[in-house]
């Protein structure tokens, strides 16, 4: 299902950012049962919310100060979220100090960041004195401002990692994760494995990394989907939609990851 556009008319504000030339802007929303999106699109920004989406150039959200990103025919989705995700195991991480600690777990986010990833659900360890120090080292981490790291809740209703060799319930929500111990970092690579397994809809798998972990965090209101008034946390895949991305031998189709409006991780876009 496509619209023309979507937005909240209150911003008195211009866009701070805006990306247009989108070939395809996945919302990761549905409307009578069918998806949300929009062809030939683009995202207005301002600061760190979505101000407003739709099909078109956007530029009558523009003034002099907006900064201009041509997205070249590429795709948008929601930055990815990984709900139930360990850093290091207790057998990597026994004899380590703080800092070398800290420094393991900065490689891991930047390979996280590099695919996609925008959001962070953090397990608690069972071992208390590991679970003491790898609190240390989230603060750390959050001050950097670089991903949004939160506490999963101690139950979710399904989790599945990219190692699991269960498949999920027919027509329920499930979540991909890119596993407990940084097994794969890439999350998106980890829901590319999911599709050569299972061949399931794209669109499905892409919303396991988005829209459902988003709900199982409790932060559905917040991340998760695209549309006004939510945080500005997307992707730019260097295709033009879900189908290619998932059927692509490329390594990596990131071009972009953008983290309330802040583009924090940067490949190259394809003119």
């Given at each position: 299902?496509?619209?023309?556009?979507?937005?909240?008319?209150?911003?008195?504000?211009?866009?701070?950012?805006?990306?247009?030339?989108?070939?395809?802007?996945?919302?990761?929303?549905?409307?009578?049962?069918?998806?949300?999106?929009?062809?030939?699109?683009?995202?207005?920004?301002?600061?760190?919310?979505?101000?407003?989406?739709?099909?078109?150039?956007?530029?009558?959200?523009?003034?002099?100060?907006?900064?201009?990103?041509?997205?070249?025919?590429?795709?948008?989705?929601?930055?990815?979220?990984?709900?139930?995700?360990?850093?290091?195991?207790?057998?990597?991480?026994?004899?380590?100090?703080?800092?070398?600690?800290?420094?393991?777990?900065?490689?891991?986010?930047?390979?996280?960041?590099?695919?996609?990833?925008?959001?962070?659900?953090?397990?608690?360890?069972?071992?208390k004195e590991l679970q003491k120090r790898m609190s240390r080292?989230?603060?750390?981490?959050?001050?950097?401002?670089?991903?949004?790291?939160?506490?999963?809740?101690?139950?979710?209703?399904?989790?599945?990692?990219?190692?699991s060799h269960g498949l999920s319930p027919k027509n329920q929500p499930f979540c991909i994760s890119a596993g407990t111990h940084?097994?794969?970092?890439?999350?998106?690579?980890?829901?590319?494995?999911?599709?050569?397994?299972?061949?399931?809809?794209?669109?499905?798998?892409?919303?396991?990394?988005?829209?459902?972990?988003?709900?199982?965090?409790?932060?559905?209101?917040?991340?998760?989907?695209?549309?006004?008034?939510?945080?500005?946390?997307?992707?730019?895949?260097?295709?033009?939609?879900?189908?290619?991305?998932?059927?692509?031998?490329?390594?990596?189709?990131?071009?972009?990851?953008?983290?309330?409006?802040?583009?924090?991780?940067?490949?190259?876009?394809?003119?």
């Amino acid at each position: 299902m496509e619209k023309h556009r979507y937005e909240h008319a209150y911003y008195s504000s211009k866009a701070t950012l805006l990306i247009r030339h989108i070939h395809c802007l996945y919302t990761m929303e549905e409307k009578n049962g069918k998806p949300i999106l929009f062809r030939d699109a683009f995202l207005a920004v301002h600061h760190d919310f979505i101000m407003a989406m739709g099909s078109g150039d956007g530029l009558v959200y523009c003034d002099k100060d907006t900064k201009i990103i041509d997205a070249y025919d590429a795709c948008v989705v929601p930055g990815f979220i990984d709900a139930g995700f360990h850093f290091l195991s207790l057998k990597a991480a026994a004899h380590d100090t703080d800092h070398e600690l800290l420094m393991q777990a900065r490689r891991i986010l930047a390979a996280m960041t590099a695919g996609g990833t925008t959001t962070i659900g953090l397990l608690p360890y069972e071992d208390k004195e590991l679970q003491k120090r790898m609190s240390r080292v989230y603060e750390s981490l959050r001050k950097l401002h670089e991903v949004t790291l939160m506490d999963a809740p101690a139950q979710m209703d399904t989790l599945l990692c990219h190692n699991s060799h269960g498949l999920s319930p027919k027509n329920q929500p499930f979540c991909i994760s890119a596993g407990t111990h940084g097994i794969i970092n890439d999350l998106f690579l980890a829901a590319k494995l999911y599709y050569h397994r299972t061949r399931q809809n794209p669109y499905e798998i892409v919303k396991a990394i988005t829209a459902y972990p988003a709900a199982a965090l409790r932060i559905e209101n917040e991340r998760g989907t695209l549309k006004p008034d939510l945080q500005a946390d997307f992707v730019m895949l260097q295709c033009p939609d879900l189908e290619t991305a998932f059927s692509a031998l490329a390594p990596s189709l990131i071009a972009r990851v953008y983290r309330e409006g802040n583009c924090i991780w940067e490949g190259r876009l394809h003119q």
